[in-house]
Nanobody, 121 residues
Framework: QVHLVESGGGLVQPGGSLRLSCAATGSTRRFDDMAWYRQAPGKQRELVAAISSGGMSKYEDAVKGRFTISRDNAKKTVDLQMISLKPEDTAVYYC???????????????WGQGTQVTVSS
């Protein structure tokens, strides 16, 4: 069975940096889209950044210019480099991956358990 395991979360001061990593275990082939989501207390889960199997990426407007998503298809990992962190970035960050399973666009979706990022002085 496939599991996504996040690491790299923690406490950082405003303006600091963190690098989140997500590794897939139990997988036998590459994923299609991969992404990072986050959820702050009292807020809905939101897409932070996504990256296609071909390396095309997109970002939520609030993190553009500060976060960079990357992936290694051979290792089946996806990372999120975060710089210039703000208190508003505080949230649980979740790794996401999917595989297309049909011509019609069916998907198998995988979620990590989440890693806490706290930005505070």
């Amino acid at each position: 069975q496939v599991h996504l395991v996040e690491s790299g979360g923690g406490l950082v001061q405003p303006g600091g940096s963190l690098r989140l990593s997500c590794a897939a275990t139990g997988s036998t082939r590459r994923f299609d889209d991969m992404a990072w989501y986050r959820q702050a207390p009292g807020k809905q889960r939101e897409l932070v950044a996504a990256i296609s199997s071909g390396g095309m990426s997109k970002y939520e407007d609030a993190v553009k210019g500060r976060f960079t998503i990357s992936r290694d298809n051979a290792k089946k990992t996806v990372d999120l480099q975060m710089i210039s962190l703000k208190p508003e970035d505080t949230a649980v960050y979740y790794c996401y991956a999917e595989r297309v399973v049909s011509v019609e666009g069916g998907r198998v979706r995988y979620w990590g358990q989440g890693t806490q990022v706290t930005v505070s002085s």
